[in-house]
């Protein structure tokens, strides 16, 4: 039973599902590549303690056979394959990739995750998974706490936040609140697909799907309640002020950036309205520009300063609208993807000279609490 398929379409796969394989782990489910061919297609899978990930293509061949073998085997078995139609023989669960020959792994019972007939399904438009990538800078993969090494979903969309920063991108989803550990290999498979997010409660606790037309990967909800970040935006009334700027302006106060030396251990960047209004004056230390800007509100005698890996993370994201208020209160960057918050170093009042720095007020914003 032989099926023949693109090589290079699979080659690129395998990255993605490799992301999955443990190779120090006991269990050989995690170290293994789970094959399924069936009605002209043939899908790939691979799993890890908390995911799953399968890669589906239509392949030549009207043969049905499934078979685990070794990921690694089977990656090194594709790799040395010379021509572009990768040839698969299934000989009743001995594999023949080309000329490779690859032994069914034993002892392997591989368990596909049960659906509850309650789901809550969303439908995700196309580059979802590019909105990921976004939003997976600012996960703490380092926090104790699981659920902050994640990303949130809820119906006001994709959320991270590393207790500094916040990022929250708009995305209607059909999901009350759902946290999914850092979905890194589906990133890797870099989709533009739409798809569909489907959630659900069973007895071993939170799960979900997003299935595309070529991918699906499961995963379990991360436990934990993640922070109320909806408290940490500031209200409208609260932004006095804002400077906004063309993408054009952005990219060259980026180039900018990159050049300036840190300033251990803050490296900070003022922002201040030049003499001419119609110029944001920017000074990191002992170097300086400025770019065309447009004001709103008072900014005689007031500045921002903010970490100059902040800023550059800002403008990254094609932010150019900064929206701030009096005292030590977050500011607020739109104009790129989603909505991006963070606490300057300070942000004094008119003819103030020191940051407000009340117990309250720090306790107020911070990121990670609950």
């Not at 080309?98 to 659906?115: H, N």
């Not at 909800?221 to 109320?228: I, R, T, V």
Request: net charge negative; aromatic share 8%.
């Amino acid at each position: 039973m032989k099926i023949e398929m693109n090589k290079n379409e699979l080659e690129r796969a395998l990255i993605a599902l490799g992301k999955l394989i443990s190779r120090m782990s006991p269990v050989p489910e995690h170290k293994s590549l789970l094959i399924e061919c069936r009605d002209g297609k043939v899908c790939f899978s691979t799993r890890s303690p908390s995911e799953q990930m399968t890669f589906r293509t239509a392949c030549a061949g009207e043969v049905e056979f499934r078979c685990i073998v070794g990921f690694d085997e089977f990656r090194d078995a594709v790799r040395g394959y010379r021509n572009k139609v990768l040839e698969i023989e299934d000989n009743e669960g001995i594999l023949r990739v080309g000329e490779r020959t690859l032994f069914p792994v034993s002892g392997v019972e591989w368990r596909v995750p049960c659906e509850s007939e309650h789901c809550s399904v969303s439908e995700l438009p196309k580059d979802f998974v590019a909105l990921f990538a976004t939003a997976a800078p600012l996960v703490d993969r380092n926090n104790p706490r699981k659920v902050l090494q994640g990303i949130n979903l809820c119906r006001e969309g994709i959320t991270t936040t590393n207790g500094r920063e916040l990022l929250n991108i708009y995305v209607p989803l059909n999901v009350d609140d759902f946290t999914i550990p850092l979905p890194l290999a589906l990133m890797q498979t870099r989709t533009t697909e739409s798809g569909t997010l489907c959630t659900w409660t069973d007895r071993t606790g939170k799960m979900c799907r997003i299935e595309t037309e070529h991918w699906v990967w499961y995963a379990n909800g991360l436990e934990g309640n993640y922070p109320n970040w909806k408290q940490v935006i500031p209200s409208q009334k609260a932004l006095v002020r804002s400077v906004s700027f063309l993408p054009e302006r952005g990219q060259q106060l980026e180039i900018f950036l990159k050049n300036v030396p840190d300033q251990p251990p803050h490296n900070p960047v003022e922002l201040y309205q030049s003499d001419d209004p119609g110029y944001l004056n920017i000074l990191a230390g002992e170097m300086h520009t400025s770019i065309a800007a447009e004001f709103i509100g008072n900014w005689n005698d007031v500045s921002i300063k903010l970490n100059k890996h902040t800023l550059l993370r800002l403008l990254s994201e094609g932010h150019t609208k900064i929206e701030a208020g009096d005292g030590h209160f977050p500011i607020l960057a739109t104009g790129g993807t989603g909505r991006y918050v963070t606490i300057p170093l300070y942000q004094p009042k008119a003819q103030e000279t020191k940051p407000i720095q009340t117990q309250t007020e720090e306790s107020k914003y911070n990121f990670s609490e609950d």
